[in-house]
């Protein structure tokens, strides 16, 4: 048997491979950018390990062999789930190996930019002679309401935090209940009225159809002048030239963005240029012990399938 990495996004992968020695699985690490690429380095592959490369219909069906697609993290929109599924083809992923890692680098993103800490740094270390009054305002937590963009269990694990330090906190998740609701003491909106009514928004909605460009034109229209928007959940969540023009017009007060539309950042993108813009390079995911825990989680899912099991994280059911 054997296990393909479609593309590189790690340094080293001894976890992966200690695993899959110990089952008498050939492991390769390989990286590629065009289907005719994996295609070609996958031949003979009974599952396949991917990070950010698109695997295809057409990859699928040209690997006869294929049982079982793993995505290293939450997201799985860079594989063709119909495709797997008509294929038999065992999509899995690994949804629980940075719950903390994600929700803590949200917060830190949401408390800076509310203090305004990058914009202070910035200016005095450009020479600057400014008080705390050239930025303001500032407002105290506890006037502040946080609205969360889909309530998973990132979300929640970062509403428990919000509310410790004394913000309120409202979300929007049609598919959560108000069972759960009142479990961690929030109240759940429409979108509109989260738009309308929060000072800080979160963006924690996986990337489906129906969140595709959710905050768009419209949607920042609806938005108080004085708000934040933090992302750690997918980039084209946020349509990404609507978001720089409301900033530039000041249309909205800031926002703190760990993941884009387009990733790596373009050398040319106007946000690049926003002093009120914090921006990190796709890393809320990230801490030594979740990056292990998640190359454990998604090895095994792999060795599960090939071993005549199914995955202990299982995408597509059938």
Same mark, same amino acid.
């Given at each position: 048997?054997?296990? #393909?990495?479609?593309?590189?996004?790690?340094?080293?992968?001894? &976890?992966?491979?200690?695993?899959?020695?110990?089952? *008498?699985?050939?492991? #390769?690490?390989?990286?590629? +950018?065009?289907?005719?690429? !994996?295609? +070609?380095?996958?031949?003979?592959?009974?599952?396949?390990?991917?990070?950010?490369?698109?695997?295809?219909?057409?990859?699928?069906?040209?690997?006869?062999?294929?049982?079982?697609?793993?995505?290293? /993290?939450? $997201?799985? *929109?860079?594989?063709?789930?119909?495709?797997?599924?008509?294929? %038999?083809?065992?999509?899995?992923?690994?949804? *629980?190996?940075?719950?903390?890692?994600?929700? *803590?680098?949200?917060?830190?993103?949401?408390?800076?930019?509310?203090?305004?800490?990058?914009?202070?740094?910035?200016?005095?270390? &450009? $020479?600057?002679?400014?008080?705390?009054?050239?930025?303001?305002?500032?407002?105290?937590?506890?006037?502040?309401?946080? /609205?969360? #963009?889909?309530?998973?269990?990132?979300?929640?694990?970062?509403?428990?935090?919000?509310? #410790?330090?004394?913000?309120?906190?409202?979300?929007?998740?049609?598919?959560?209940?108000?069972?759960?609701?009142? +479990?961690?003491? !929030?109240?759940?909106?429409?979108?509109?009225?989260?738009?309308?009514?929060?000072?800080?928004?979160?963006?924690?909605?996986?990337?489906?159809?129906?969140?595709?460009?959710?905050?768009?034109?419209?949607?920042?229209?609806?938005?108080?002048?004085?708000?934040?928007?933090?992302?750690?959940?997918? /980039?084209?969540?946020?349509?990404?030239?609507?978001? !720089?023009?409301?900033?530039?017009?000041?249309?909205?007060?800031?926002?703190?963005?760990?993941?884009? &539309? %387009?990733?790596?950042?373009?050398?040319?993108?106007?946000?690049?240029?926003?002093?009120?813009?914090?921006?990190?390079?796709?890393?809320?995911?990230?801490?030594?012990?979740?990056?292990? +825990?998640?190359?454990?989680?998604?090895?095994?899912?792999?060795?599960?399938?090939?071993?005549?099991?199914?995955?202990?994280?299982?995408?597509?059911?059938?």
């Amino acid at each position: 048997m054997k296990v #393909v990495v479609t593309d590189i996004s790690f340094k080293a992968y001894e &976890e992966e491979k200690e695993i899959f020695a110990k089952n *008498d699985i050939e492991f #390769v690490i390989t990286n590629n +950018e065009s289907e005719e690429d !994996i295609i +070609e380095a996958a031949k003979g592959a009974d599952g396949l390990l991917n990070a950010n490369v698109q695997i295809t219909r057409k990859v699928i069906e040209s690997l006869p062999n294929l049982k079982v697609v793993c995505r290293y /993290g939450i $997201g799985y *929109d860079t594989i063709d789930i119909q495709a797997a599924t008509d294929n %038999k083809v065992y999509v899995a992923n690994v949804p *629980d190996y940075c719950i903390d890692e994600v929700a *803590d680098h949200a917060l830190t993103l949401l408390l800076t930019s509310s203090r305004k800490i990058t914009i202070m740094n910035q200016q005095l270390k &450009e $020479g600057k002679q400014i008080t705390v009054f050239d930025v303001a305002p500032i407002h105290r937590f506890r006037t502040q309401t946080v /609205g969360l #963009v889909s309530f998973g269990h990132i979300a929640r694990n970062l509403c428990q935090k919000l509310k #410790v330090i004394g913000f309120n906190v409202i979300a929007y998740d049609p598919f959560c209940g108000e069972e759960i609701a009142k +479990e961690y003491g !929030i109240q759940l909106v429409s979108f509109k009225e989260l738009l309308r009514t929060s000072d800080i928004i979160s963006v924690h909605a996986p990337l489906v159809k129906d969140t595709y460009h959710l905050i768009d034109e419209e949607a920042l229209k609806l938005v108080k002048r004085s708000a934040i928007i933090v992302n750690t959940g997918r /980039g084209p969540i946020i349509k990404e030239q609507a978001i !720089i023009e409301a900033l530039q017009e000041k249309r909205i007060a800031g926002a703190a963005l760990d993941v884009l &539309e %387009k990733e790596p950042i373009d050398s040319n993108n106007p946000l690049l240029k926003l002093d009120n813009v914090i921006l990190t390079p796709h890393a809320a995911f990230y801490s030594e012990e979740s990056s292990s +825990e998640m190359k454990q989680k998604a090895a095994k899912n792999i060795v599960n399938v090939l071993k005549g099991d199914v995955p202990n994280y299982w995408v597509n059911p059938f």
